[in-house]
């Protein structure tokens, strides 16, 4: 059953997760403290949208089990159509945020969708573990929960020999068992969110696989016992307005490492547990990443529509539309945007249905979105930059305004055709996307969103189908002229 946006904030109100920002345990409500009350809130609209009568059968369906309306999110696509719903429901919700929210709920809700459905290869070992994964989705589903999750393991030495000592226990491992469940002592990265969402999906980590202690899947309240949620820096304070940071202070995200101190998993949040040929079929069997990267490239193709929308607000405010190397600017965000909407096209046009009667979009195409974005995303910003020139330095704040200088500010910060205060708002908003540590953040989020550019660049070589391009070649040079 869908949930509100108050039910939402109570509820993580309610959990008191540990979380540790800067430096200090977070006490009160974390809806109200100001590293997360900003993209709480912007959260919080989501779930209010999905109850509003005129958006209801966009963003929710039937539940088969209750027979009551159910979060998009949680939805199998089994057509072609259904993969249409999800999108126009994603692409919905990302337009609130302008695609700034990497980890609005429908990116993990997915992720344990497409788990769910392929069930039966979690049982291939015991079946209580792909009864636990299927449980775990319905129950999430019935209930509107909201999750993060770490993939991560700490940076503490990248070489390809490093293995760690017994001793260390740096990463998180298994490091006993009883009737209750397993215990998890170490750290993992990288929890966008961490500690405001209802539970954290724990997936296996590349680099351990040699010993079994580091094989293990399941998800966990983010208020467990032992578990802790330790945060960068925020970007916001109590000083910040949606004037001086009009983006940050709606849709920080805040990162942490997530700790786990002795944290007993209880055995029916396990789905996944020490059998690593399911960690080899993981990946490609389930359709994990794909899915996950249907949500993100919609959200990757509206962030890039605002950023156009930002370009061409620049372009009238200042009027610089008649140069020719700034339409060529504009053009090649254009030109971004139609190739990021066109591999959307293609992969959900070409989609097929997988083993376990799921449709799944086809990879190719979302690959080399993923592939072709965090290269391009760079380039939009400095666009962005470019366009805004100096303006973006020279940006009073609010209280400027609001002060006995104002009529100097609105003489001479005022655009071509618009008065100061609402240039310095548009340049203000450009700014917090291309400039700020939000903004700087946004940037670096989008460069290794999906991971390592390079070893992505290598899954797509190594994964896309090549032999009939050869084949092609050979037959001409075999052909008799």
Not at 107 to 120: C, D, E, R
Request: glycine residues 6%.
């Amino acid at each position: 059953m869908t949930i509100s946006g108050k039910d939402f904030i109570n509820r993580i109100d309610h959990l008191k997760s540990e979380i540790w920002v800067d430096g200090q345990k977070m006490v009160g409500k974390v809806s109200e403290h100001p590293a997360f009350r900003g993209v709480m809130r912007s959260k919080a609209q989501l779930f209010d949208m999905q109850n509003d009568p005129a958006l209801r059968d966009v963003l929710t369906f039937i539940s088969p089990k209750t027979e009551k309306r159910v979060s998009f999110s949680y939805h199998q696509p089994k057509t072609k159509d259904d993969l249409l719903f999800r999108k126009k429901a994603t692409e919905l919700w990302a337009r609130t945020n302008f695609g700034l929210l990497g980890r609005s709920p429908d990116y993990l809700n997915t992720g344990l969708m497409i788990l769910a459905t392929s069930h039966k290869l979690f049982a291939a070992k015991d079946k209580k573990f792909g009864d636990h994964i299927l449980q775990n989705y319905e129950y999430a589903m019935e209930h509107d929960l909201t999750f993060t999750h770490t993939f991560i393991n700490p940076q503490v030495n990248r070489s390809i020999s490093y293995l760690e000592g017994s001793e260390e226990n740096i990463a998180a491992k298994v490091i006993g068992e009883n009737r209750e469940g397993i215990i998890i002592q170490g750290a993992r990265l990288l929890a966008t969110q961490g500690g405001i969402t209802d539970e954290i999906l724990v997936l296996p980590a590349g680099g351990n696989f040699i010993e079994e202690a580091y094989i293990y899947g399941f998800t966990v309240p983010s208020n467990a016992k032992g578990l802790k949620f330790i945060c960068r820096g925020s970007f916001v304070n109590d000083e910040d307005s949606s004037f001086n940071s009009p983006l940050g202070s709606r849709f920080e995200e805040m990162d942490s490492i997530v700790v786990f101190d002795h944290v007993l998993v209880p055995w029916e949040k396990v789905f996944l547990y020490k059998d690593l040929n399911i960690v080899h079929r993981f990946y490609s069997g389930v359709n994990f990443n794909t899915m996950l990267l249907f949500q993100s490239v919609v959200r990757m193709i509206v962030k890039t529509e605002f950023i156009l929308g930002l370009a061409e607000s620049i372009i009238k405010a200042i009027n610089i539309s008649e140069y020719q190397h700034i339409q060529d600017k504009a053009s090649e965000i254009i030109a971004a945007l139609e190739i990021m909407k066109g591999l959307h096209l293609s992969s959900r046009m070409n989609a097929e249905l997988d083993e376990w009667g799921t449709m799944i979009p086809d990879a190719k195409p979302l690959h080399a979105a993923i592939h072709y974005y965090p290269r391009v995303y760079p380039r939009l910003v400095e666009i962005l930059q470019l366009l805004g020139g100096s303006g973006l330095i020279l940006l009073p704040t609010e209280k400027s305004f609001e002060s006995p200088i104002r009529k100097y500010i609105d003489t001479y910060l005022q655009g071509s055709n618009s008065a100061a205060e609402d240039r310095v708002m548009l340049f203000r908003l450009v700014w917090d996307l291309c400039m700020s540590a939000f903004g700087t953040r946004q940037t670096h989020y989008e460069r290794f969103f999906f991971g390592d550019p390079v070893r992505l660049a290598m899954g797509l070589y190594n994964g896309y189908p090549k032999n009939e391009y050869t084949n092609r070649v050979e037959e001409l040079l075999k052909e008799d002229v």
